[in-house]
DNA sequence: GTGGTCTAGACCACC
DNA sequence: GTGGTCTAGACCACG
């Protein structure tokens, strides 16, 4: 489920943050839904147990998940806030992107037609 | 000219090759133009030569300058083709995250009102 | 395994380079096959690390090889085009020599009873 | 006539030596002839007179040229030898090349097929 | 003065 | 321990 990029710049414990997120975000892992336990994760990835538990530390911060010692790592009760957020997110780069391009000499109107 | 994050987790001789491509982009450096050399480049900005020389060697593999040994470093003469590239590369990123706020529920209509 | 000549005009990275992918083509490093750490290959040869870097990171930019951060160095997957390509461009040598020694005054026969 | 590519290890001075000896070979410049002086050769390519005073120096050398002070430079009398040699050095690199195609897993005779 | 290379050594994030 | 980056400083050929 998880794919990582071992040539990428973002550290392995970032990729797996940002791709819970966005399969949270795309009703695939569903709220109160447990997710795999750091051992299992690592063993399914082939990487160090310590990267995954850096980012399951993370998407906790984030809000994105629960732990419940004992029990395991759940994925938390309100998702739409996160939804919500990435979708800003990703406008906000698209109108980053659209007035990079206009200052390369492209109007608002070209780059609509070239869309 | 060129302004360097010191936090940020690009490296440094990539904010300089990034730099330098939009200021060619921009029309700001002209084709043929010379640029400053790698030891002045180096303490105008405060780094190691040695830095510089890695951005200028990146940009010349990109095909962005042409390094005549003994003379300098100069902008290609081609710089139609770094603009395009440019652009089509931006479009291409815009494009990703459309389709990413598509799966995320929302159509093509309402992002465009959005924007 | 790598043979150094510090007399050469070939800079040292550069030869680091051609004799790995000549390992590469002739068989002797094998795809996916781990090469020596940065580190350990510096004090083999009892050079500097940063010199070793260099010669890794224009192999990958080759394709000879992949760099997986923090895990190290190793061979590609597919070998076989590096041999293609080597072959090829030797034979494309050798044709521009025969054209050469031909616009000196001998003919293709001639040249085949010299070799 | 002469024609430098600045990007090349190979130093300019050595490019003029290498060209002309190539031209002597080919017949193009003929025995007694008299080539440009330093300064005309220098502002023809425009480039340090230093340089071209480097190349004819070593062209004289290698016998390939005769300097008399106060009327010029002249090819040398006996082209011949200058012939014979850039074609054995020719045969010598296809001979290496083979060889070096050989140890790459082909046999003489696919390699006269692909030439 | 210019680029090209190399050494020596350091710090960092990541695993 | 591994690669990634950077600093500091040196030497070289070339022009």
Same mark, same amino acid.
């Given at each position: 489920?998880?794919?990582?990029?071992?040539?990428?710049?973002?550290?392995?414990?970032?990729?797996?943050?940002?791709?819970?997120?966005?399969?949270?975000?795309?009703?695939?892992?569903?709220?109160?839904?447990?997710?795999? @336990?750091? =051992?299992?994760?690592?063993?399914?990835?082939?990487?160090?147990?310590?990267?995954?538990?850096?980012?399951?530390?993370?998407?906790?911060? =984030?809000?994105?998940?629960?732990?419940? @010692?004992?029990?395991?790592?759940?994925?938390?009760?309100?998702?739409?806030?996160?939804?919500?957020?990435?979708?800003?997110?990703?406008?906000?780069?698209? =109108?980053?992107?659209?007035?990079?391009?206009?200052?390369?000499?492209?109007?608002?109107?070209?780059?609509?037609?070239?869309?």
């Amino acid at each position: 489920m998880i794919n990582l990029d071992y040539q990428s710049r973002t550290p392995i414990y970032e990729q797996i943050v940002e791709q819970v997120e966005r399969y949270v975000a795309l009703g695939i892992l569903k709220p109160e839904e447990q997710i795999p @336990s750091v =051992r299992d994760m690592a063993t399914d990835l082939g990487i160090n147990p310590n990267t995954v538990k850096k980012a399951y530390t993370e998407l906790e911060r =984030r809000g994105v998940t629960v732990t419940i @010692s004992t029990k395991g790592t759940f994925i938390a009760s309100n998702t739409k806030k996160i939804v919500e957020d990435k979708i800003e997110e990703k406008l906000k780069k698209i =109108r980053n992107l659209i007035e990079e391009i206009e200052q390369l000499g492209l109007t608002k109107e070209e780059i609509k037609k070239m869309l």
